[in-house]
């Protein structure tokens, strides 16, 4: 049974047509589902999902797209939501300065509170980084010299010292439908030297779509053929690729193991 790790069950693209998409992911062996929400300000269609369908969780947090939005949202708030026992993450957040939807200062502010409502739940932290790496990797590893958390780099697509350094803090790493573009040799590359027992499969759903989907609307059903790349560059057959990820899936995201 596969597990989609990340994908956006709340936006519109998808939330319209959820039956026929979660249906769909059924039939390619996709069981479990991590909806990474959207806005901060959705968690009732986000659980409302989370009702409706067998082994579906859900997450709290604020994106760096959305950190100007929501910049008055409060600790306590998160943790809050934290509590409910759908939510099995923060996130997702951290740092964007390519689309720079918020100021630097901004950004840094709420990811520096979505870092410590991971540090005071417990829960793992899911991690958005693009052109910010260097400021990343310094915000979590001071935070993790101070109190130790878990965590993923979703939707990896970066440089290999990236992974290297998330990896020193134990963190996963997260294969997207990236891996099988034509022009992303670097970024399979790096794939070969993460340990299996690090990986993790998501989909971005409802954007990335793999080869040979690209141009359709992403779905969770469609991450067999990242799957068949990344079992490709781990010289790995899919059914051990498939068993190793989702066992990594609910090692980290232990909440939804006992909450199944």
Known sequence: MFVDSHCHLSSEEIYNHLDEVVNRAHMVGVQYFLNAGGKFDELERQIEICHRFAHVWTVTGVHPHDALHFSSVKLDEVLLNAQKPEIVAIGECG????????????????????????????????????????????LLSNAYKRKPFKG?????????????????????????????????????????????????????????????????????????????????????????????????????????????
């Open 95 to 138: 740092l964007d300065y390519f689309y720079d939807f918020a100021p630097k200062d901004i950004q840094i502010k709420i990811f520096k509170m979505m870092i410590e409502a991971a540090q005071e739940s417990g829960l793992p932290i899911i991690i958005h980084t693009r052109d910010a790496e260097a400021d990343t990797i310094e």
């Open 152 to 260: 993923v780099i979703h939707c990896y697509s970066s440089t290999q010292w990236l992974a290297q350094e998330a990896l020193k803090l134990g963190f996963y790493i997260s294969a997207s439908g990236m891996i099988t573009f034509k022009n992303a040799d670097n970024l399979r590359d790096s794939f070969k030297i993460i340990p299996v027992e690090r990986l993790l499969l998501e989909t971005d759903t409802p954007y990335l779509a793999p080869v040979p989907m690209r141009g359709k609307t992403n779905e969770p059903s469609y991450i067999v053929h990242t799957a068949g790349v990344l079992a490709d560059i781990k010289g790995m057959n899919l059914e051990d690729l498939e068993r190793v990820t989702t066992q990594n899936f609910f090692d980290l995201f232990d909440k939804a193991k006992n909450n199944d």
